[in-house]
């Protein structure tokens, strides 16, 4: 899959306007359903959850960089986890779908919804974003 942008972090995110209802024709219904529904893919069905190269992760749906690979841990939770994002490329919410309160992130520039954030991370920062792995592309380092 073709990455459609890569932003440098520190320049400032100029949101774009998703409209929830119409999906992106270059996603699949899955990654449609996971951005702009708040979906949850299967556990342990990314094939990210076995990427061990040096890289980085971007958004699916605008190409922001999220996640640098020297961040990413196995969890064993399933999903694709990570102590640390980049600075400033999340928005975050409560979210009480499941009957108790969690923290779900949300890519800033195109507002797609990427999973949760937990406290349950290894150190440094104890957190653990556990992300819906159809909702990255993998950009190896060259």
């Given at each position: 899959?073709?990455?459609?942008?890569?932003?440098?972090?520190?320049e400032?995110?100029?949101?774009?306007?998703m409209?929830?209802?119409?999906?992106?024709?270059?996603?699949?219904?899955?990654?449609n359903?996971?951005?702009?529904?708040?979906?949850?893919?299967?556990?342990?069905?990314?094939?990210?959850?076995?990427?061990?190269?040096?890289?980085?992760?971007?958004?699916?749906?605008c190409?922001?960089?999220?996640?640098?690979?020297?961040?990413?841990?196995?969890?064993?939770?399933?999903?694709?986890s990570?102590?640390?994002?980049?600075?400033?490329?999340?928005?975050?919410?409560?979210?009480?779908?499941i009957?108790y309160?969690?923290?779900?992130?949300?890519?800033?520039?195109?507002?797609?919804?990427?999973?949760?954030?937990?406290?349950?991370?290894?150190?440094?920062?104890?957190?653990?974003?556990?992300?819906?792995?159809?909702?990255?592309?993998?950009?190896?380092?060259?």
């Open positions: 899959m073709e990455i459609k942008e890569i932003l440098d972090p520190t400032s995110i100029n949101k774009l306007k409209s929830k209802k119409n999906w992106d024709p270059d996603l699949t219904p899955e990654q359903y996971i951005l702009k529904q708040e979906g949850t893919e299967a556990p342990g069905s990314s094939t990210l959850n076995n990427e061990k190269r040096e890289g980085s992760y971007h958004c699916v749906g190409g922001t960089k999220l996640f640098d690979s020297k961040t990413k841990y196995e969890s064993g939770s399933g999903w694709p990570f102590f640390e994002s980049i600075p400033g490329v999340f928005e975050e919410k409560t979210d009480m779908h009957g309160q969690r923290t779900e992130y949300h890519c800033k520039k195109c507002g797609g919804h990427h999973g949760h954030i937990f406290d349950d991370g290894p150190e440094p920062t104890g957190k653990r974003y556990c992300n819906n792995g159809v909702c990255l592309v993998f950009k190896p380092k060259s």
